[in-house]
């Protein structure tokens, strides 16, 4: 591809992705389509000469789209959301034509230093004290990796390593049973075992139970564990659980252990200052992630890895061969020594876009917007004589089941089958989880394009069908 062609296909792409996002609500948000009928498309081996961007354009256009799921779509309520914000998506595409690397300062000055940066306008805008610094992971999945090596190694006197794992005291981490599953495999990815992540019961508001907690710390140490972290949730996937962050910081400190808090999702409301509640005394723990790329309009993958110390960060994660020095440069901060990976993206500049183009106001409003309606919806679903609130909203999310008056069978296939119902039909979509046992509805709102006749249209569909099924 020549320089002119370049052009010309650049602002065919920019169309292309103008229509879609003016589009996108006329398109079934999950595509109807079996394991493999979209693979059978493709070719089978690369071409041995170029092809012409018309013949690559054409089959974009008549392959992908088509087979997506549509997370922007303003009526998807599954899952949580991936928000990508029209500003950021400029960023991205701007990002991607300076192939930056941003794994050291040097390889990419303004990178690095626009990330220290966002990092410092994201803690702000989260309400975290002065003090915290961070970095940009790719996901929470990865920086919560990095918080259980840093436990570790911090448990073994940073020699772990060195020397690996084997022979050394058996160490444990600790959570409720409402964290997310990237915990467990943290676990595993570390060296430390999903039999010594301990997971504690949780109360009857979702919340890990603290008593349970010391009493399991006593036993483990009775029993010659290690006890080394602990990881608190602060809106978990399935239901929103959500632990006493300021208790759970305190006990940390008393136990010597490492606390990281997960607030993959609900981290993003907390731009409102009316829902800082919820993590209250976050800011006595050790790390704390949570994900621009889902409520807040950062395209994927952008996390956001707040740190109290960076050092102890570093020194689980530094590696320095002499062909990654800088000698004379080692003033400003190298990235890569703070994440898994190597070669970094410039994940700083969609967030600097985001910010300016929205403004903390317009994202608060949006955010204020979505958890009033789930609210609204959650009251008009309780006031239908067929509908239970199983959890109630816990910001934009909740949880629900049908339950038709007289009904004697197995409630649980009922509602699968009510939820598969809703989603064959394509005009919302939703998802299932296990609550106390008993398979329950989610909604959540938060897709930066959704309006409140959106909630309307959810309402009347999910009413609609559940009593035909
Ligand atoms: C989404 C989510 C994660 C995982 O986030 P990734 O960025 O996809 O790795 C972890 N914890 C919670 C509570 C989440 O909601």
């Known amino acids: 591809m020549d320089k002119s062609e370049f052009r010309d296909w650049t602002h065919r792409a920019g169309d292309w992705s103008a229509d879609y996002l003016e589009t996108i609500s006329e398109r079934p948000i999950r595509p109807n389509l079996q394991p493999g009928d979209i693979g059978r498309l493709f070719a089978d081996s690369p071409p041995e000469n170029p092809e012409t961007m018309e013949a690559i354009f054409a089959d974009f256009e008549r392959i992908i789209p088509d087979g997506m799921t549509h997370w922007q779509h303003p009526r998807f309520f599954a899952y949580f959301p991936a928000n990508a914000a029209p500003a950021a998506i400029i960023a991205e595409q701007l990002a991607g034509t300076m192939a930056a690397q941003c794994m050291l300062w040097q390889t990419s000055p303004a990178a690095t230093e626009l990330e220290v940066k966002m990092i410092d306008w994201l803690r702000q805008a989260v309400g975290l004290p002065a003090g915290f610094s961070g970095t940009l992971q790719d996901t929470a999945s990865s920086a919560t990796l990095c918080a259980i090596l840093t436990m570790r190694e911090r ?20 959570a409720s049973t409402g964290t997310h599953s990237s915990i467990d495999k943290a676990m595993w990815i ?54 006493h962050v300021d208790a759970l910081c305190d006990l940390s400190r008393a136990e010597n252990l490492y606390s990281h808090v997960d607030a993959a999702w609900a981290g993003a409301a907390m731009i409102c200052p009316e829902f800082r509640p919820l993590w209250q005394g976050v800011e006595k723990a050790d790390s704390i992630v949570f994900n621009p790329h889902k409520w807040l309009g950062a395209p994927m993958e952008c996390s956001a890895h707040f740190v109290r110390d960076p050092a102890a960060l570093v020194r ?59 609210q609204t919806l959650a009251d008009r679903l309780a006031a239908e004589p067929d509908f239970e609130i199983v959890t109630p909203p816990f910001l934009s999310l ?8 007289g009904f004697s069978g197995d409630l649980d296939a009922h509602n699968l089958a009510v939820l598969e119902a809703i989603n064959d039909d394509g005009c919302i979509y939703l998802t299932q989880t296990l609550h106390d046992g008993k398979l329950v509805i989610r909604f959540v709102a938060g897709q ?13 569909t999910i009413r609609r069908i559940a009593r035909a099924v």
């Not at 448990?155 to 772990?160: P, V």
């Not at 909740?398 to 008056?405: D, G, I």
């Open 155 to 174: 448990a073994l006197g940073w020699t772990g390593n060195q020397t690996g794992l084997a022979g050394r005291q058996t160490m444990r981490v600790y």
């Open 190 to 243: 570390a060296g430390l075992g999903q039999d010594n992540l301990v997971k504690i019961p949780t109360d009857g508001d979702q919340a890990l139970d603290i008593d349970a907690l010391r009493v399991a710390i006593r036993a483990d140490r009775e029993a010659g564990f290690l006890p080394a972290g602990l990881v608190i949730s602060v809106g978990g996937t399935s239901v929103g659980a959500t632990d």
């Open 316 to 374: 689980t994660l530094a590696a320095q061969p002499e062909y990654l020095k800088t000698h004379g440069k080692e003033g400003f901060v190298n990235f890569s020594e703070w994440s898994l990976q190597l070669g970094r993206r410039f994940r700083a500049l969609k967030v600097w876009f985001l910010l300016r183009a929205y403004g903390l106001e317009g994202l608060r409003t949006m955010i204020r917007n979505h958890v009033a309606w789930s």
């Open 398 to 405: 909740f949880s629900f089941r049908h339950r038709p008056a």
């Open 448 to 460: 930066f394009g959704m309006a409140e006749r959106d909630m309307d249209i959810a309402f009347d």
